[in-house]
């Protein structure tokens, strides 16, 4: 990859990351210029330092009140209940000082709110933009020419700053590779620990990737795997896969297949906008049915690309040519349109151009955003060595949260 392209990820990750502290209150300090009432007391404006007006509905206050009677300080939770919520109580009184403003509502009750408080919670279209952005928001579109993000095991799991640059990465690039982890198994267990638990399934916690007899799931098998999502057959499926190579298999084939499924649909979406279409709206049917960690019967229907409601993009991947299920759900005049789209789909997945492929080295994890890429394998012969991988997955909830934790005590 050119350097400039380096270079740009890095400016982008950065750039994200100093845009997102997250944290209770603002490290910036905003004195309250002036605070004043409008004149039905429907409204609080307040003027910090920047001289730019900025109006709380008192309807907003009064739900937000922190006083005891309100709000639970060791849960940082409301205890009002929204049926206390009066709409016809409006603000009486507004006193400020620099750092803080209290209001007195009709019905003689009072609140205070700090100037950071405030701040934190304007109003404005920068502020809305700035708190309705997620961390998966705006995602690095990955080509096969893209090297990939590597990490340090013991750097990820002792240095806070590693494992969050790490996590970053996972959200807006969607894949890193863990170097240099133990060559047994128990390792993604240490590395899940830093941030979470791992999401069980009906494989188990961590499952073994191992060529079997009678296998359960294709996996198990030395048989090549077509690219996909893991689980689409899950109402929720795992947010992150992470995959540690213990031994890999020596001889050809066994190479792993990885595609950044987000930069694939926006090239159907420039390039094939009926076929893009007809992906965002038919659900397909994805089926599971058997028994491993227990005996399970799973069938979700969904399209193969899900969209986002508050940003109308692609936010998730969900598809398994293996797991596909022979019943769908579609009239007939339709199925050659989605088999047409799933074509395009899938061609574009294996276009040298889009499609990344290389051969995990031993000790090395690869980590990556289920909802978005697709991964897959060659077939090898197992007759030729062992190839032993342990897998496992955790939820995208569990790495936003441990994303907060490090990004507000950094
Ligand atoms: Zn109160």
Same mark, same amino acid.
């Given at each position: 990859?050119?350097?400039?392209?380096?270079?740009?990820?890095?400016?982008?990750?950065?750039?994200?990351?100093?845009?997102?502290?997250?944290?209770?209150?603002?490290?910036?300090?905003?004195?309250?210029?002036?605070?004043?009432?409008?004149?039905?007391?429907?409204?609080?404006?307040?003027?910090?330092?920047?001289?730019?007006?900025?109006?709380?509905? #008192?309807?907003?206050?009064? =739900?937000?009140?922190?006083?005891?009677?309100?709000?639970?300080? #060791?849960? %940082?939770?409301?205890?009002?209940?929204?049926?206390?919520?009066?709409?016809?109580?409006?603000?009486?009184?507004?006193?400020?000082?620099?750092?803080?403003?209290?209001?007195? !509502?009709?019905?003689?009750? *009072?609140?205070?709110?700090?100037?950071?408080?405030?701040?934190?919670?304007?109003?404005? +279209?920068?502020?809305?933009?700035?708190?309705?952005?997620?961390?998966?928001?705006?995602?690095?579109?990955? *080509?096969?020419?893209?090297?990939?993000?590597?990490?340090?095991?013991?750097?990820?799991?002792?240095?806070?700053?590693?494992?969050? =640059?790490?996590?970053?990465? %996972?959200?807006?690039?969607?894949?890193?590779? @863990?170097?240099?982890?133990?060559?047994?198994?128990?390792?993604?267990?240490?590395?899940?620990?830093?941030?979470?638990? @791992?999401?069980? +399934?009906?494989?188990?916690?961590?499952?073994?990737?191992? #060529?079997?007899?009678?296998?359960?799931?294709?996996?198990?098998?030395? @048989?090549?795997?077509?690219?996909?999502?893991? %689980?689409?057959?899950?109402?929720?499926?795992?947010?992150?896969?992470?995959?540690?190579?213990?031994?890999?298999?020596?001889?050809?084939?066994?190479?792993?297949?990885?595609? =950044?499924?987000?930069?694939?649909?926006?090239?159907?979406?420039?390039?094939?906008?009926?076929?893009?279409?007809?992906?965002?709206? $038919?659900?397909?049917?994805?089926?599971?049915?058997?028994?491993?960690?227990?005996?399970?019967?799973?069938?979700?229907?969904?399209?193969?690309? $899900?969209?986002?409601?508050?940003?109308?993009?692609?936010?998730?991947?969900?598809?398994?040519?293996?797991?596909?299920?022979?019943?769908?759900?579609?009239?007939?005049?339709?199925?050659? *349109?989605?088999?047409?789209?799933?074509?395009?789909?899938?061609?574009?997945?294996?276009?040298?151009?889009?499609?990344?492929?290389?051969? %995990?080295?031993?000790?090395?994890?690869?980590?990556?955003?289920? !909802?978005?890429?697709?991964?897959?394998?060659?077939?090898?012969?197992?007759?030729?060595?062992?190839?032993?991988? *342990?897998?496992?997955?955790?939820?995208? =909830?569990?790495?936003?949260?441990?994303?907060?934790?490090?990004?507000?005590?950094?």
């Amino acid at each position: 990859m050119a350097m400039k392209t380096v270079l740009n990820l890095r400016n982008q990750l950065e750039k994200f990351a100093n845009s997102r502290k997250l944290s209770f209150t603002s490290n910036k300090l905003a004195p309250i210029k002036y605070a004043e009432r409008n004149n039905s007391g429907t409204l609080l404006k307040v003027e910090f330092t920047d001289d730019k007006a900025n109006e709380y509905p #008192s309807s907003f206050l009064q =739900d937000n009140c922190t006083c005891p009677q309100c709000f639970h300080p #060791s849960s %940082l939770s409301r205890t009002r209940k929204m049926t206390q919520l009066n709409l016809q109580n409006v603000l009486e009184k507004v006193e400020f000082n620099l750092n803080q403003v209290k209001c007195t !509502w009709g019905d003689g009750h *009072e609140g205070v709110f700090t100037e950071n408080w405030l701040f934190d919670r304007r109003f404005t +279209t920068d502020n809305i933009n700035y708190l309705k952005t997620g961390l998966r928001d705006d995602p690095i579109l990955v *080509e096969s020419s893209h090297k990939l993000h590597t990490a340090n095991f013991n750097q990820v799991l002792n240095d806070k700053s590693v494992l969050n =640059d790490t996590l970053m990465t %996972l959200c807006k690039v969607g894949v890193v590779l @863990i170097q240099d982890g133990p060559l047994e198994v128990g390792g993604l267990r240490k590395l899940v620990d830093k941030i979470g638990f @791992i999401r069980q +399934t009906h494989y188990g916690h961590e499952f073994t990737v191992k #060529s079997e007899k009678n296998a359960a799931n294709l996996a198990y098998t030395s @048989i090549h795997l077509c690219v996909h999502t893991d %689980l689409p057959y899950y109402v929720y499926p795992p947010g992150v896969q992470l995959l540690h190579c213990i031994k890999q298999f020596v001889g050809d084939g066994g190479r792993s297949h990885l595609v =950044d499924g987000f930069l694939v649909a926006d090239k159907m979406l420039q390039a094939y906008p009926k076929e893009f279409k007809t992906l965002c709206k $038919v659900p397909l049917e994805f089926s599971d049915v058997g028994k491993d960690f227990i005996e399970f019967n799973k069938v979700h229907h969904s399209p193969t690309f $899900v969209l986002e409601p508050r940003t109308g993009k692609v936010t998730r991947i969900v598809y398994s040519n293996q797991q596909l299920s022979s019943y769908q759900p579609i009239p007939i005049d339709q199925v050659d *349109e989605v088999y047409h789209a799933l074509k395009v789909f899938t061609d574009l997945c294996y276009d040298p151009k889009n499609l990344i492929q290389f051969k %995990l080295n031993d000790g090395e994890m690869l980590v990556f955003d289920n !909802w978005r890429y697709l991964h897959g394998r060659e077939g090898f012969d197992p007759s030729a060595g062992d190839r032993h991988l *342990e897998g496992c997955y955790v939820d995208w =909830d569990e790495i936003f949260s441990r994303i907060r934790i490090l990004q507000e005590k950094s």
